[in-house]
């Protein structure tokens, strides 16, 4: 077989920001062409003056580009005029199409295409063979003026010009291949492929929209999410590898990537798979430091940060993060952690009722008692060896002994003044021998009163 260089574009208009839709159309382009060594074209349709607006452009540039979607050349439809006109030209002077004098509309005259009445077929790799009775569309309107192209015209002229091998497009866009193929035998160019991918759907199979929580790509950007993340799981939307693997890295995706393998159905749009995904790369494929970096950032952004009541050394940050760690999927719910009062005891020492540093039956003699038994401990402990498993080692016969509820809990409840929380050793360890010392003793005072 003789190998055709492979072209393909991601032809989006600048009407609106750019989707979870539109980003996976671009994906799989880019995909196809990078596993056959080809050309990613990206081709701004704005022929639609008034609805096209340039900072909508730059939104899909900046979501591509952050994507890391990267495109082999760039144009734009609104520069390239002339090269329509010519096609426009050539076919009015072949009579495939004409002026029309219109009645109704906005306008007196048109161009329409002299539609040749016939039987469209083509093999469209996704779908397999579409055929389409094309007199029903009539002679259909591709120009307001010689100036002035419309979509189907320019779609068809610029696949040509741009030497586009295969056509990589949402299914509804299926519709509007009938029509194109007239307009491209009329000019005389070649065919290239179709594959038309299936809709991404809302949980509910109404076409995904913002009403479902999807959100643009660049909200994705905000919420902190990964953007190998987003790709994985955008990939996974209606084309699997033909095995159970579900996390990879662009060059795997390369890889593994092929039109045969898109399946017809569409599928559900699932944020909570996005988060699992997200969540894999971000432990697997993020450079730890990279990681605090951005915990640091949000952290010491927040305002409860403002009106902490000690100051923090980087240490101190460092095992924070490790315990926020084990809880998020996305870095958002770094900020949701902090909002929802999750990890106040880290910025503040708790305030409490006496009662609730008791477990169950406990009287607060009892309770003190344990508190100074550990403080003792604790303070035994050297500062170099300080850390979570030296701190058990060193309470827990202790704890196993006189009852863990009992020694166990009110230390957890001095320490973080929360029924829930982490374990009362790695809260032991986060916070420092010092401040958990001193919180210990804080508890011991209350108790007292
Ligand atoms: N500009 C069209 C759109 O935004 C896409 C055209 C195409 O892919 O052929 O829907």
Not at 205 to 211: E, G, T
């Amino acid at each position: 077989m003789m190998k055709k260089n492979v072209k393909t574009r991601f032809a989006p208009s600048p009407t609106g920001v750019l989707h979870i839709g539109g980003a996976r159309t671009a994906l799989f382009n880019y995909l196809f062409a990078k596993k056959h060594e080809g050309e990613f074209i990206l081709r701004i349709e704005d022929t639609d003056r008034e609805r096209s607006k340039p900072e909508l452009e730059s939104d899909i540039l900046d979501s591509l580009s952050w994507l890391s979607l990267n495109w082999d050349s760039f144009h734009r439809q609104s520069d390239r005029t002339e090269v329509y006109q010519k096609a426009i030209g050539k076919l009015l002077e072949n009579k495939k199409a004409y002026l029309s004098k219109e009645e109704a509309g906005d306008r007196e005259q048109v161009i329409r295409f002299k539609n040749p009445n016939k039987v469209i077929k083509f093999d469209d790799i996704v779908r397999g063979e579409i055929s389409f009775d094309t007199s029903e569309l009539g002679d259909f309107v591709i120009a307001k003026s010689e100036k002035e192209p419309l979509y189907h015209l320019t779609v068809v002229v610029d696949d040509h010009k741009m030497e586009i091998s295969h056509v990589i497009r949402a299914e509804d866009h299926i519709s509007n291949t009938p029509r194109q193929i007239l307009i491209l035998e009329a000019l005389d160019y070649t065919r290239p492929e179709y594959a038309h991918i299936p809709l991404i759907l809302a949980p509910d199979r109404s076409k995904l929209s913002k009403r479902h929580g999807a959100a643009s790509v660049l909200e994705y950007k905000e919420k902190g999410f990964l953007p190998e993340a987003v790709v994985n799981y955008l990939a996974l939307l209606s084309w699997n590898p033909g095995t159970e693997r579900e996390i990879f890295r662009i060059n795997e995706l390369i890889d593994a990537f092929s039109l045969e393998s898109v399946q017809k159905g569409g599928s559900i749009f699932d944020e909570d798979k996005l988060r699992w995904i997200n969540k894999n790369h971000l432990m697997k494929f993020t450079p730890g430091e990279e990681q605090y970096e951005e915990f640091k950032k949000r952290f010491l952004g927040s305002k409860k940060f403002e009106k902490k009541q000690w100051s923090f050394s980087d240490e101190y940050l460092r095992s924070i993060w490790t315990v926020f760690k084990e809880r998020i999927s996305v870095y958002e719910e770094i900020d949701h952690l902090i909002d929802e009062h999750e990890f106040d005891f880290f910025f503040e020492k708790p305030q409490y009722e006496a009662e609730r540093l008791l477990w169950k039956e406990q009287n607060k003699a009892d309770a003190s008692e344990n508190l100074r038994e550990l403080i003792d401990r604790l303070s035994d402990i050297s500062d170099e060896s300080y850390e979570h498993d030296t701190i058990k080692e060193a309470l827990w016969d202790y704890a196993s002994e006189k009852g863990r509820g009992e020694v166990l809990w009110p230390m957890r409840y001095a320490l973080s003044g929360k029924e829930r929380s982490p374990d009362p050793f790695t809260l032991a360890s986060v916070l420092g021998k010092e401040e958990t010392i001193e919180r210990l003793r804080s508890a011991v005072d209350v108790l007292k009163k």
